[in-house]
């Protein structure tokens, strides 16, 4: 039901039916359009089966056929929804028509069509009509024609059978709804519907995803660079005018600009082998202070050579040298622009004053390092290669942590005012077996804070006479010594070399009164504690200055005073 009024199903019309519908006539208005009659019931009505309880769903009589008459006007004329087209008054009807009534279930005929719910009902606009009228009656185009056989069935599709291959297409749920007629297409299945357009969406946001991640990763580029470069310009750091040179002449780098124009570099070849060797300027008149185990091997003015801080190299002669002392000094000729070192005092050099050595370690010219001093008048020994002692040196040394290393002999340890305070000369190697020369009885030569320095003080007088007599001149006490005592000091020998007296006669031991047997513990009140150490104490002095000697003669403690003597050095 559907406001009142009944659901129509129809049938298909046949082809007598169609051709027993009358032409309408033409209308009066000119207009072109053909509208159809009304539908009337027929004169007999069929066959009614006996009405079970309930409620009749038709309308009958009069009301219905109006009903009917009016449904069928409205859809002819567009103003209400399509049904299919009625079967004519005195028709005979193929099937009887079909009561609902509530109440009451029934089995459908085989050939009897679902009903389908009508959709209310749309007001449409007023068709047009599209030409001018024919004069043939021709139906107006787009409008169906007495002779249009009514729409097919809607059924719901059949389903799949089993061995069709392919996906199934999903089932409608419920009856399938009305489509538009068209009374001049051909029948058969729907036409399918065109593609549906691709959206332009996804590939708007496809597109700004991509856009985003490669401006990320430019950006995130140029982000790091700007980090780690400062900008996007070149980096320019700031830096100190290269004019500003000026330095206190005590700091270290004061001391080497002022030292280095006088300290050399010395090449040594002979006896088939060669070495290097470091030594100042003293005059303008070429003489240069260097160790006697640098040059010991040079036999000529040919085998030494002298290369300067400045480049210049020049042949240097062989002056005077002593082995007692480990000094030397060689002269170089025709060269201008000397700058001689000045020489402190030794005696005035405290513990732990600054001190800068300047050398040449393992052939490394002008290498400058410092440190302070760390002992004084520390009796060392170096040489005795040759096994017989004339080769042994004795130094009263001052002690140094200044790096010294082979290369730095002969060089100048200097005071806070560019002043040499002594000549470097030994170094105490890890594993060595005492105060050795560089290389000398040193199972690991190099540097480990322990070096020692021959002082200026002893080292000018030392250069002094090698420059005017080419010999240096021994301070000595004219007694033989027995090396081989154990006990604490410096023995007196009973016998001498060679089977002489222990003590000279009518020298300085013996005009003060010494004996052999006696043992000397102390010189200038100055403890020794074996014949080496008195050795050095007494280098350390002029011949002809005054010593006071302590000594023990049979459990007894004796103070001898005596003036030193002279010996020719070798």
Do not use: C
């Not at 027993?20 to 009659?37: E, K, Q, V, W, Y």
């Not at 804070?449 to 021994?474: D, M, S």
Request: no cysteine; net charge negative.
């Amino acid at each position: 039901m559907n406001n009142g009024k009944p659901n129509w199903w129809s049938r298909p019309s046949s082809a007598p039916e169609a051709a027993r519908i009358p032409a309408p006539p033409p209308s009066g208005d000119g207009d072109g359009d053909f509208p159809l009659p009304a539908p009337h019931p027929p004169t007999t009505p069929p066959a009614q089966a006996p009405e079970p309880a309930g409620t009749d769903l038709r309308a009958a009589g009069p009301a219905g056929a109006d009903a009917r008459a009016a449904e069928a006007e409205a859809e002819t004329t567009g103003t209400g929804p399509q049904a299919p087209e009625p079967v004519a008054a005195g028709s005979p009807d193929p099937a009887p028509s079909v009561v609902l009534t509530k109440g009451e279930p029934r089995d459908p005929a085989p050939e009897e069509v679902p009903h389908v719910q009508d959709p209310a009902p749309v007001p449409a606009p007023q068709a047009q009509p599209l030409h001018a009228p024919d004069e043939y009656r021709t139906p107006p185009y787009g409008e169906p024609g007495p002779w249009a056989p009514a729409p097919p069935v809607q059924r719901p599709p059949a389903p799949v059978p089993p061995h069709q291959q392919g996906p199934v297409p999903p089932h409608p749920q419920g009856p399938a709804p009305w489509t538009q007629y068209d009374p001049w297409g051909v029948g058969g299945p729907a036409l399918p519907p065109p593609p549906a357009k691709r959206s332009r969406k996804g590939l708007a946001v496809a597109g700004a995803l991509v856009f985003a991640l490669i401006t990320g990763v430019i950006g995130g580029g140029i982000g790091a660079y700007v980090e780690r470069n400062g900008g996007l310009t070149t980096v320019e750091l700031p830096q100190s005018d290269a004019k500003d040179t000026g330095r206190a002449p005590e700091s270290v780098a004061g001391i080497a600009a002022s030292a280095l124009p006088g300290v050399v570099t010395l090449h040594v070849r002979g006896g088939g082998s060669s070495g290097t060797g470091t030594g100042f300027v003293l005059d303008t008149k070429g003489h240069i202070l260097t160790n006697n185990h640098v040059v010991d091997g040079a036999r000529s003015s040919a085998d030494i050579s002298v290369t300067f801080s400045s480049g210049e190299t020049a042949r240097a002669k062989l002056v005077g040298k002593d082995t007692g002392y480990d000094l030397a000094v060689v002269q170089v000729t025709g060269v201008s622009g000397l700058k001689p070192l000045p020489l402190g005092n030794s005696d005035g050099v405290r513990v732990g004053d600054p001190v800068v050595a300047i050398g040449a370690p393992f052939d490394l010219s002008n290498t400058v390092t410092s440190g302070i001093i760390s002992a004084k008048e520390r009796p060392i020994t170096a040489g005795g290669e040759k096994g017989d002692g004339s080769d042994v040196s004795y130094v009263d040394a001052l002690q140094t942590d200044a790096p010294i290393n082979p290369g730095n002999s002969g060089g100048p340890l200097l005071d806070s005012k560019a002043r040499v305070i002594g000549i470097n000369s030994a170094i105490r190697a890890a594993g060595g077996s005492g105060g050795d020369g560089e290389g000398g009885g040193a199972s690991q030569p190099g540097s480990i804070g322990l070096g020692f320095a021959i002082p200026i003080n002893q080292g000018k007088r030392v250069a002094e006479e090698l420059i005017n007599t080419g010999k240096a001149t021994h301070p000595v006490i004219g007694v033989s010594l027995d090396m081989q005592y154990n006990g604490d000091g410096a023995r007196v020998g009973q016998k001498g070399k060679d089977g002489t007296a222990s003590v000279t006669p009518g020298g300085p031991a013996a005009k003060a009164g010494l004996r052999p047997g006696d043992v000397i513990t102390k010189v200038d009140g100055q403890r020794v504690h074996n014949g080496e150490e008195l050795i050095v104490k007494i280098r350390a002095h002029r011949p002809g200055d005054r010593l006071e000697l302590t000594l023990e003669r049979d459990g007894k403690e004796l103070t001898k005073t005596l003036t030193l003597g002279s010996s020719q050095g070798t």
